[in-house]
């Protein structure tokens, strides 16, 4: 996913800074309906590029 932080989130406001970071659905489908739906996102990824864990690169701004 990508798009831009403008909102808030613990301690950080956004400035709209670019966000870019992987989300993945897995469905399952039986008989043409979808019985199960897994849902994983790298949260690590964005929380280190709004700035709420500190990373070598943001520790420097």
Same mark, same amino acid.
Request: hydrophobic fraction near 35%.
């Given at each position: 996913? %990508? +798009?831009?932080?403008? %909102?808030?989130? *613990? %301690?950080?406001? +956004?400035? +709209? *800074?670019? /966000?870019?970071?992987? @989300?993945?659905?897995? #469905?399952? /489908? &039986?008989?043409g309906? =979808?019985?199960?739906? %897994?849902? $994983?996102?790298?949260? #690590?990824? #964005? $929380?280190? &590029? =709004?700035?709420?864990? @500190?990373? @070598? *690169?943001? &520790?420097?701004?």
């Open positions: 996913m %990508s +798009g831009h932080f403008t %909102s808030y989130f *613990q %301690s950080r406001t +956004g400035t +709209g *800074q670019p /966000v870019d970071f992987i @989300a993945t659905d897995i #469905l399952r /489908v &039986q008989d309906k =979808i019985t199960d739906h %897994s849902h $994983l996102e790298d949260n #690590l990824t #964005l $929380l280190k &590029q =709004i700035g709420i864990i @500190a990373t @070598a *690169q943001n &520790q420097r701004s």
